[in-house]
C-alpha cells in the first residue's frame, strides 16, 4: 500500500512539473509574439504617411522634412494660428520649393478629425480658386507624440483679412497701407462666388464650407483669391424633396462668429444656405472695411443693417474711405466726364451692396443662389469698366 502511494506521488509530481514547464514555455512564446507584433506596429507608426489627395500630389513628406523646412517650426515662419494648429512659411530642401505647412494642435479636441475632414474634402475637389493642396503627413514627431501636417501651395500676397484689416498682421511693419481698388475687390468677390458655386453645384460630392471669412480667403501673386481651410467642412446628404436644390446635414461646430449663419446659432442644419449668408457678410465686409464684429454693432445692429439702410441715397457714407479716395482720383483723372463717372460709380456699388444684402437675409430660403452671384458682379465689373 505504501509503495503504491509513493508511486502516485511520484507520478503526480512528474506530471506537475510537466505543466509547470508547458505553461512556461507557453508563456514565454505567448509574450515574444506580443512583443514582435507590438514592434512591428509601432515601426509602422513611426512611418510617416503620406496620403494622396489629388492628381498632383506624387511625393511623400517627413515629419523631418517639414521640420527642416520651416526652421523647426520657427515663429519668425509662421504665418496663421487658427483653432486647429498653425501655418508655418517653409522651403523644401529637394527643390527650393516654398510651401504652407498647417501643423494640426494634437492637444486640441478635435483636430484629429479636422485633419481627417480637410483631407476628404480636398481629395474630392479640383478648382482654380481653391487652394492647392500638394501632400499631406501623419506620423509621430521626435518626442513620440503624434503628428499630423497639410502641405500648401503658398499664398504670396497672404489673405484678404491682411488687405482689409492689415494691423492684424503678427509683425506689422510700418508701412504705406495696401490697398485694393474697387475692381481687385470685384475680382476677388468673383473668384470667391465661382468657388461656393462650384462647391454646392458642381462637386461630385457637394460640400458645405462652414467657415467663410476674410482670414480663409488666400491671395496670389495676382490677387486671385482661394478659398482655403475645410476643417469644418461638411458633406450634406443628398436630400430629393428639398425644393431648393440645397442639401444640409447635422454639425456641432457653427464657424466664426459675426459670419456663421443666424440660424444656426438657433439650432438649425448645416446647410450651403449659410455659406451664401457667410459670404454676402464677407462681400459688404470688404467694400466697407467693416467687421460684423466690429464694436458698433449691437443691440440687434448689425452690418446687413448698417448697409440696408444707407442704400441707396448714402452708398457713399458707407464704403472704405481708402476705396472712396481711390475712385476720387479715378473721376478727377476724367473731369470732362466725372458726373457721369461719379454716378456709374454711386449705381455699381450700390449693386454689390445689394448682392451682400441679398446674400444676408435672415431667412435662409430667401437668400440670393450662389450660382446667380458670379455672372452678377463680373456684369457689374464690365459695367464699371466700359
Not at 476643417?231 to 428639398?242: E, I, Q, Y
Amino acid at each position: 500500500m505504501g509503495v503504491l502511494v509513493l508511486k502516485l506521488l511520484l507520478i503526480y509530481s512528474v506530471f506537475n512539473a510537466v505543466f509547470i514547464f508547458s505553461c512556461s514555455l507557453f508563456g514565454f512564446a505567448l509574450l515574444g509574439i506580443v512583443m514582435v507584433l507590438s514592434f512591428s506596429l509601432l515601426r509602422k507608426k513611426r512611418k510617416p504617411t503620406e496620403l494622396s489627395l489629388s492628381g498632383n500630389s506624387a511625393f511623400q513628406v517627413s515629419y523631418a522634412t517639414l521640420l527642416k523646412a520651416t526652421d523647426g517650426f520657427s515663429s519668425t515662419n509662421l504665418i496663421d494660428v487658427g483653432a486647429f494648429g498653425s501655418v508655418y512659411k517653409g522651403t523644401l530642401a529637394e527643390d527650393g520649393v516654398t510651401v504652407a505647412v498647417k501643423v494640426f494642435n494634437m492637444l486640441h479636441r478635435g483636430s484629429s478629425k479636422s485633419f481627417i475632414v480637410e483631407c476628404e474634402v480636398l481629395r474630392n475637389i479640383r478648382h482654380r480658386n481653391l487652394v492647392k493642396i500638394l501632400t499631406a503627413c501623419s506620423s509621430i514627431d521626435f518626442h513620440g507624440n503624434d503628428f499630423k501636417a497639410l502641405v500648401y501651395e503658398f499664398m504670396d500676397n497672404g489673405s484678404l483679412e491682411e488687405w482689409l484689416h492689415p494691423s492684424t498682421r503678427l509683425e506689422e511693419v510700418i508701412e504705406a497701407p495696401k490697398v485694393l481698388s474697387i475692381v481687385q475687390r470685384l475680382d476677388i468677390a468673383i473668384d470667391v462666388a465661382s468657388a461656393l458655386d462650384y462647391l454646392h453645384n458642381h462637386c461630385e460630392i457637394r460640400i458645405v464650407h462652414c467657415d467663410l471669412k476674410p482670414s480663409n480667403v488666400l491671395l496670389d501673386n495676382e490677387l486671385t483669391g482661394h478659398v482655403s481651410d475645410f476643417g469644418l467642412a461638411r458633406f450634406p446628404s443628398k436630400l430629393t424633396n428639398n425644393v431648393s436644390g440645397n442639401q444640409s446635414s447635422s454639425i456641432g461646430i457653427r464657424g466664426s462668429i459675426g459670419y456663421a449663419a443666424p440660424e444656426y446659432g438657433m439650432g438649425s442644419e448645416v446647410s450651403t444656405y449659410g455659406d451664401v449668408y457667410s459670404f454676402g457678410i464677407l462681400l459688404l465686409e470688404m467694400f466697407t472695411m467693416k467687421r460684423p464684429t466690429d464694436n458698433m454693432f449691437t443691440d440687434g445692429w448689425n452690418l446687413h443693417k448698417f448697409v440696408k439702410t444707407a442704400l441707396p441715397e448714402r452708398v457713399l457714407e458707407i464704403v472704405d474711405s481708402l476705396l472712396l479716395e481711390g475712385i476720387t482720383n479715378i473721376v478727377d483723372e476724367a473731369p470732362n466726364q466725372s458726373s457721369v463717372r461719379a454716378q456709374k460709380i454711386e449705381e455699381c456699388l450700390n449693386l454689390i451692396f445689394g448682392i451682400g444684402i441679398a446674400c444676408s437675409v435672415e431667412s435662409p430660403t430667401n437668400r440670393k443662389e450662389i450660382s446667380d452671384v458670379p455672372s452678377e458682379l463680373y456684369s457689374i465689373k464690365e459695367g464699371l469698366l466700359g
